[in-house]
């Protein structure tokens, strides 16, 4: 598949969703660097394809990608400095919330001049990554089951198929944060009314 063929990816994060979005953009025929603390760690599950940093430097990103057409914010990370490499035309979306919640938006009014979208997605409760005992979390998972209406926890997958939506198929939307939860936001909101 080569649906993300030629596309200049950086993902900043190595975390259970950081590291699905990197697998489904080198699956899609991306050119991807995946950075954050145990970038190492991942190189098994995402493959030999990806440039694997510790930090997302904007010497290192231009280095390794000439520079960026789609970055996913997976932890937190200073996204400013690789602003100069994002291409007219890309992409940013956070996956992690920000230091400052409104940054997303902001950074949207910002780049909307270059045709760069930005976006979010907010991640509901998620099942832990793969390794880590589940009966440690039995607790957990009964709890967030109860909460989620949809009576489940996501996972990572579910999060990065949201996130490469916004930054490749949502053409016309910036300033936007998806919920990726099962429904919690819709359940809050609700009884926030009542």
């Given amino acids: 598949m080569t649906k993300y063929a030629e596309r200049r ?7 259970g969703v950081g590291v699905a979005i990197a697998k489904l953009l080198v699956e899609g025929g991306a050119r991807v660097l995946l950075a954050g603390t145990g970038a190492g760690g991942a190189a098994a599950e995402v493959g030999s394809a990806v440039h694997l ?3 997302a430097g904007p010497g290192a990103v231009a280095t390794a990608l000439g520079g960026v057409d789609l970055l996913f914010v997976a932890e937190p990370t200073p996204v400013r400095g690789l602003l100069p490499l994002l291409a007219d035309g890309g992409a940013v979306v956070f996956v992690s919330p ?20 930005v976006n979010a997605v ?21 709890r967030c089951d109860a909460r989620t209406p949809l009576r489940r926890l996501g996972t990572p997958g579910e999060v990065a198929r949201a996130a490469l939506f916004l930054a490749v198929e949502a053409t016309f939307t910036t300033g936007a944060r998806l919920p990726v939860d099962g429904g919690l936001t819709l359940h809050r909101d609700l009884e926030n009314r009542s």
């Avoid at 907010?122 to 607790?139: C, E, I, K, Q, T």
């Fill in 53 to 55: 940093l510790r930090a």
């Fill in 98 to 117: 920000p230091a400052d919640p409104d940054e997303p938006r902001a950074l949207a009014a910002e780049l909307a001049g270059r045709g760069v979208r």
């Fill in 122 to 142: 907010a991640p509901g409760f998620l099942d832990p990554d793969p390794g880590v005992p589940l009966d440690r979390y039995a607790d957990l998972r009964e």
């Fill in 9 to 15: 990816a950086v993902v900043a994060g190595v975390t």
